[in-house]
């Protein structure tokens, strides 16, 4: 953390995650391209030049699976700081509201477990350490240094309320 100025900080991309909540189970994709390819990750990607942060989020679910997201919750913010100099700047969102049936696409495979048996193994490093937080509802913001796949560094705050939307 320490070489890195994070209140100058500028994303390179930003982007959107989203995780569907049916009682006792999440909805997660098998992610086919893009970053993270071949992971299992929550339905989301990057924002569109003039669209909100929400925007994407339910522009993406339906992109990716099929499905029309409602009443989203913005939990979550994450800097993702890479050692090649690539940044981007992402927003968690959460819902309990969804219509239509997930469906395999060219981006994802609809993957739902159980929340107490969520594939951390198969998902990105910090995913075990923060998505805990968007089941209990808790906000928070967090900054992360990866190299390529792998985690550096952390600094994680929970916070009292949503972190607002993006402001650069
Ligand atoms: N360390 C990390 N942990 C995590 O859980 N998700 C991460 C992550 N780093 C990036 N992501 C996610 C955020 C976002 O949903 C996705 C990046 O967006 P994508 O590359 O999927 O964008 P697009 O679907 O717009 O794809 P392209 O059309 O290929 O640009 O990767």
Redesign the pocket.
């Known amino acids: 953390m320490a070489d890195i100025d994070w209140s100058r900080w500028t994303p390179v991309d930003r ?3 989203v995780f569907v909540l049916s009682g006792d189970d999440i909805l997660l994709i098998e992610k086919k ?4 390819g071949g992971k299992v ?1 929550g339905p ?3 924002v569109d030049p003039g669209e909100s942060v929400e925007q994407c989020a339910i522009r ?1 679910c339906k992109e990716e699976l099929g499905i029309d997201v409602s009443e989203l919750e913005q939990l979550g913010e994450h800097r ?1 700081q890479f050692v090649d100099g690539y940044s ?1 700047h ?1 927003w968690v969102f959460r819902t309990s509201k969804w219509g239509g049936e997930p469906v395999e696409t060219d ?1 994802a495979v609809p993957l739902w477990r159980r929340t107490d048996a969520i594939p951390y193994e198969r ?2 490093e ?2 075990h350490i923060w998505l805990p937080l968007i089941l209990e509802g808790k906000a928070f913001t967090a900054d ?1 240094i ?1 190299e390529d796949d792998t985690m550096l560094d952390h600094r994680l705050t929970l916070l009292a309320q949503a972190p607002g939307a993006p402001t650069e």
């Open positions: 982007a959107t995650l391209r893009g970053l993270g990750n989301g990607g990057k993406e993702f981007i992402c981006e998902m990105w910090d995913d992360w990866f």
